[in-house]
Each structure stands twice: as structure tokens, then as C-alpha cells.
């Protein structure tokens, strides 16, 4: 059973930065696509970044490029999201999430199949 357990999320100002980690426990994740989305309040949950477990290829969302990294450690099995330059409207409850035998091209919710509880990011103007 895949478990995914997110970390890092807090109150920043804007122009600040934050690291989430998401520990990944049950598998041997070499076969997966490790995932991070964001849902706003009143909002659908929406990409962000992803990385293949094996071999490290990265793919982000647009409003990511250019400000977050996303990057993977194979000997603790966690996968980390760095955000730098925050702004309040990256401000949403950020979830881990994974897919085996899945593609960097996922971006809809719907194509992972394991989901942590996700962790606040609050960024204050």
C-alpha cells in the first residue's frame, strides 16, 4: 500500500521561500511518476510540477517554471517541492501524489492514484 505524507507548508511573505517534502512509503518507487498539486479555496485542484522517479525528468505548470524545483531523494525516498519567489496567489493546500507506469504528461488529478493529506501554503502580501 503506497502511503504519501506531505511536510513543510507554512505562513510566508511574498518574495519568500518554502520547502515541502512528501515522504513515499510501501513500494519501491522506481516504476513512478511523483506528482504535486494545489487546490486554492473555491478552486479545482491544479498541476504544478512532476518528476520521474527513475532518471529525474521534471515537468512543470507554467506558473511554476521559473520558481519552483521539484526533485526527488532516492535514499530517503521523499520527493521535495523548493518555491522561491512566493507569491499570495500560490497561497492553497498543497498535495503529493503518484502514479505507477504513469507519464510526465499527467496533469489532471484524475491520473494519479495515491494522494497524501496535503499541507497549507499561506503567502501574505
Known amino acids: 500500500q503506497v502511503q504519501l505524507g506531505e511536510s513543510g507548508g507554512g505562513l510566508v511573505q511574498a518574495g519568500g521561500s518554502l520547502r515541502l517534502s512528501c515522504a513515499a512509503s510501501?513500494?519501491?518507487?522506481?516504476?513512478?511518476?511523483m506528482g504535486w498539486f494545489r487546490q486554492a479555496p473555491g478552486k479545482e485542484r491544479e498541476f504544478v510540477a512532476a518528476?520521474?522517479?527513475?532518471?529525474?525528468?521534471?515537468h512543470y505548470a507554467d506558473s511554476a517554471k521559473g520558481r519552483f524545483t521539484i526533485s526527488r531523494d532516492n535514499a530517503k525516498n521523499t520527493v521535495s517541492l523548493q518555491m522561491n519567489s512566493l507569491k499570495p496567489e500560490d497561497t492553497a493546500v498543497y498535495y503529493c501524489?503518484?502514479?505507477?507506469?504513469?507519464?510526465?504528461?499527467?496533469?489532471?488529478?484524475?491520473?494519479?492514484?495515491?494522494w497524501g493529506q496535503g499541507t497549507q501554503v499561506t503567502v501574505s502580501s
Open positions: 501524489a503518484a502514479v505507477r507506469y504513469g507519464s510526465l504528461w499527467y496533469t489532471t488529478p484524475g491520473e494519479y492514484d495515491y
Open positions: 510501501g513500494r519501491t518507487f522506481s516504476s513512478y511518476i
Open positions: 518528476i520521474m522517479w527513475s532518471g529525474g525528468s521534471t
